[in-house]
């Protein structure tokens, strides 16, 4: 593992410095694949790119996740919160910007589809990736293979309760997702992973310093060659005193 971490004061904090890791990629390379997250931790990275002046309309973006059985269009599916905290507001080409459908007739073979996609896009540069308390990467919950691909899974009650706060009650959280899976996440070339709060604390510190384990589906991130976590104080509290384990940036 290469692993990089940066301590930062608080939300815009964190969200200038992850829009940096995206332009200097886009500017580097144009017609470069995003891998987008969505979950509030990483909204201050988009809000922060939306100020730089960066063109992204050549960039193709990959979603991690999406709800099943969601009305078309409705609000809380992530292809309404990607189209509106990414695609419009920093102009990329809608056609370029691939979701899961989450409300195919067949999920599972829209899993497959979307997995034959990213593949022919020659996979992700940059994936952006926010941590469940539980340990979920995207929707993959504890006991996810770790080389699991694209599927239909089930969510644990534990996400559908962390999610509710998105719905009018926590009756309407879907059951079904459909997700990257963590084989999926590995393939992307770096991950960066956007973690606030002090309640990410202890699971922070054990996808870092764990063991690599089902049980904790973000451990897979020691498994990776490059590797940049960026934490605000309260979410790093953990790994005070561990910096020194971790290696240096590249
Ligand atoms: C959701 C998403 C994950 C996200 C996680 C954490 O369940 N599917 O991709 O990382 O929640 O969300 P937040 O950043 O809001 O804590």
Do not use: W
Not at 143 to 149: E, F, I, M, Q, T
Request: with cysteine.
């Amino acid at each position: 593992m290469s692993l990089a971490l940066y301590t930062v004061p608080d939300a815009a904090g964190l969200g200038e410095l992850g829009a940096s890791f995206i332009e200097v990629l886009v500017r580097d390379r144009p017609a470069s694949v995003l891998g987008l997250a969505t979950g509030s931790s990483p909204l201050p990275v988009y809000r922060a790119l939306a100020a730089h002046e960066l063109d992204l309309s050549r960039v193709s973006a990959f979603a991690l996740d999406e709800y099943v059985g969601l009305p078309a269009g409705s609000p809380q599916s992530y292809a309404a919160v990607i189209d509106r905290e990414v695609t419009r507001p920093l102009g990329l080409d809608p056609d370029r910007v691939a979701v899961p459908e989450g409300c195919a007739q067949d999920p599972a073979q829209a899993a497959e589809a979307f997995e034959a996609r990213l593949e022919d896009a020659g996979g992700v540069d940059l994936q952006l990736l926010g941590i469940g308390h539980n340990g979920h990467l995207a929707f993959n919950e504890p006991g996810s293979p770790l080389d699991s691909r694209t599927r239909v899974q089930r969510l644990s009650e534990t996400t559908r309760r962390a999610n509710a706060r998105f719905f009018a009650s926590p009756a309407e959280v879907p059951r079904f997702c459909i997700t990257q899976g963590l084989g999926t996440i590995r393939r992307a070339r770096h991950l960066l992973l956007l973690v606030r709060g002090g309640d990410k604390a202890g699971i922070l510190k054990r996808a870092l310093t764990g063991p690599v384990t089902t049980d904790c589906p973000a451990s897979i991130l020691q498994l990776h060659q490059r590797v940049t976590v960026i934490a605000d104080e309260a979410a790093a509290s953990g790994l005070a005193g561990l910096e020194e384990a971790l290696l240096p940036p590249v």
